[in-house]
């Protein structure tokens, strides 16, 4: 089964994406606090981590997404934000993906699928 590791500071976004995603049959791992992100990432090992840009707390998400690719190039990055302006910034070059947060989670779904195929639930 392929795991989706979710970083992201809003509650409600947060538990919307983990029902979502584990709908689809991902195991998924959701925190809150970007500062335990290095440590959840070492024990969960996923195959993608879905990472919002504007962290409240762990020195933000641009910065975990250093960590991140520095700890393990292969584990794919979606940065997923509010703000397109970001797209501008040289260090998000380093993720994946870069989507822009919607109420319509399809084009996030579909990126997860490429980079980590669920299982079919047919």
């Given amino acids: 089964m392929a795991k989706v590791m979710i970083i992201e500071d809003e509650p409600n976004l947060l538990n919307l994406y983990k029902v979502e995603l ?13 500062s335990e992100g290095m440590d959840a990432l070492k024990s969960f090992n996923p195959d993608v981590v879905v990472l919002d840009i504007k962290l409240d707390s762990g020195g933000g998400g641009l910065e975990l997404l250093r960590n991140i690719k520095s700890h393990n190039k292969e584990i794919k990055v979606i940065l997923n934000t509010a703000y397109s302006t970001f797209k501008n ?13 919607s109420s319509d989670l399809n084009e996030l779904k ?10 079919s639930l047919n």
């Fill in 110 to 119: 579909l990126k997860i699928k490429e980079f980590a195929p669920g299982p």
């Fill in 89 to 101: 910034d040289f260090t998000t070059w380093m993720a994946d993906a870069y989507i822009v947060k």
């Fill in 22 to 34: 584990e709908d689809e049959g991902y195991e998924v791992a959701g925190l809150s606090d970007g």
